[in-house]
């Protein structure tokens, strides 16, 4: 199993660290649902009908923050939180987000400082030794997972530890706050818990994402 740190500059501790309280979703509207009965929900246009948070629904306007009932989900749907297939930034960009994405060299370059990190060795806060290991690779799933749950939670400002897409990590840190890597690697090596994670020579593959809107997050995915 994958397992993550999504760093934050507020974080202590090891294993699920909590970063801020709540699942980060709520209803929005009034939870009334369609009678099952209704035989037709469109308009008199045959438009589709209106959002309505509480139908089972999530129709690409809800998300999971603003309807955790019908948007927190594994299906593929607009709104969870996952670019799934079929989705791309001109029809889901609340999943998706801006193409071409404005951080791919930041994440390029936050994989060069891991790895130089890791071929030095480090001794973190709380007094483990580590030697020269060998860098990490990029594993494609883990990369794609750790983009998308870093635009969910820029964007939509989720919080909690689990994804949108409920997928299951093992291991959670949270890191929302540094804008620039020099900033993200201080909170790397200095909190103990994401010291410890980065230098755990029984990862060798890594998914990085990085992504900025209502607010800057880094996730990282181990293997």
Same mark, same amino acid.
């Given at each position: 199993?994958?397992?993550?740190?999504?760093?934050? *500059?507020?974080? +202590?501790?090891?294993?699920?660290?909590?970063?801020?309280?709540?699942?980060?979703?709520?209803?929005?509207?009034?939870?009334?649902?369609?009678?099952?009965?209704? #035989?037709?929900?469109?308009?008199?246009?045959?438009?589709?009908?209106?959002?309505? +948070?509480?139908?089972?629904?999530?129709?690409?306007?809800?998300?999971?923050?603003? +309807?955790?009932?019908?948007? %927190? =989900?594994?299906?593929?749907?607009?709104?969870?939180?996952?670019?799934?297939?079929? &989705?791309?930034?001109?029809?889901?960009?609340?999943?998706?987000?801006?193409?071409?994405? #404005?951080?791919?060299?930041?994440?390029?370059?936050?994989?060069? %400082?891991?790895? *130089?990190?890791?071929? =030095?060795?480090?001794?973190?806060?709380?007094? /483990?030794?580590?030697?020269? &290991?060998?860098?990490?690779?990029?594993?494609?799933?883990?990369?794609?997972?750790?983009? !998308?749950?870093?635009?969910?939670?820029?964007?939509?400002?989720? /919080?909690?530890?689990? #994804? +949108?897409?409920?997928? !299951?990590?093992?291991?959670?840190?949270?890191? @929302?706050? #540094? /804008? !620039? @890597? /020099?900033? %993200?690697? =201080?909170?790397?090596?200095?909190?103990?818990?994401?010291?410890?994670?980065?230098?755990?020579?029984?990862?060798?593959?890594?998914?990085?994402?990085?992504?900025?809107?209502?607010?800057? *997050?880094?996730?990282?995915?181990?293997?």
């Amino acid at each position: 199993m994958l397992r993550v740190a999504l760093l934050s *500059t507020l974080i +202590c501790g090891c294993g699920r660290i909590s970063f801020d309280p709540g699942t980060g979703g709520g209803s929005s509207g009034d939870d009334g649902s369609i009678p099952k009965d209704t #035989p037709d929900r469109s308009d008199s246009n045959g438009d589709a009908p209106p959002a309505v +948070c509480g139908d089972d629904t999530c129709n690409g306007t809800e998300t999971c923050k603003s +309807c955790v009932g019908d948007c %927190r =989900t594994a299906s593929n749907v607009c709104g969870n939180g996952e670019c799934g297939a079929g &989705e791309d930034s001109a029809n889901c960009f609340l999943d998706c987000g801006p193409t071409p994405r #404005p951080w791919d060299a930041d994440e390029a370059d936050l994989l060069a %400082r891991i790895n *130089t990190l890791r071929a =030095t060795g480090i001794t973190c806060p709380m007094g /483990t030794v580590y030697p020269a &290991e060998g860098g990490f690779t990029l594993d494609a799933a883990a990369n794609k997972a750790a983009r !998308d749950w870093a635009w969910e939670r820029a964007h939509l400002s989720t /919080t909690g530890f689990t #994804p +949108c897409n409920l997928a !299951d990590w093992n291991t959670i840190a949270q890191i @929302n706050g #540094p /804008t !620039d @890597n /020099t900033a %993200r690697m =201080t909170n790397i090596t200095t909190n103990d818990a994401n010291c410890n994670q980065v230098m755990n020579p029984a990862s060798q593959t890594i998914g990085i994402g990085i992504a900025s809107d209502v607010k800057d *997050t880094l996730v990282l995915l181990y293997n």
